[in-house]
């Protein structure tokens, strides 16, 4: 039977890299929440939101890998579970008012996310792209 949703891996793709964009965008924001205005509230709440939205796109980056059967799934999940450990620990480190601290966290962060999307996820896609 023809599937009235058919796998379209290049839509995927396309799908996982809006978010890398919306998640890169989310830190800018947190980076440049002083130049902004943005008081501690609003940092926490762009804060929390990053941390679900992160936790939402990891899940489903990890799903496509068990639907593709990935070899390096958990070696890409570990790193997964890093990033979220570490945005956590952001994210508590706000709270306590430490914000300079919070916010070299945040740059750390952004630098490697951008390495996890140049290396992990990239190998991803371009194993998704071959199937
Ligand atoms: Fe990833």
């Not at 940092?43 to 980056?61: A, G, M, P, Q, W």
């Not at 916010?103 to 952004?110: A, E, F, K, T, Y």
């Amino acid at each position: 039977m023809r599937s009235e949703y058919p796998n379209k891996p290049h839509e995927d793709l396309d799908s996982i890299e809006a978010e890398h964009r919306v998640q890169v965008g989310m830190i800018d924001a947190l980076l440049n929440a002083d130049a902004n205005g943005l008081d501690a509230t609003a940092v926490d709440e762009i804060l929390l939101r990053l941390l679900e939205y992160t936790r939402l796109h990891f899940l489903s980056e990890e799903l496509l890998m068990r639907l593709h059967a990935y070899e390096h799934h958990d070696e890409h999940v570990f790193e997964h579970r890093r990033m979220l450990d570490q945005l956590e620990e952001i994210r508590k480190v706000q709270q306590s008012g430490q914000v300079d601290e919070a916010g070299m966290s945040v740059q750390r962060l952004r630098a490697r996310l951008l390495g996890h999307i140049h290396s992990h996820d990239a190998e991803l896609s371009h194993f998704i792209a071959r199937r």
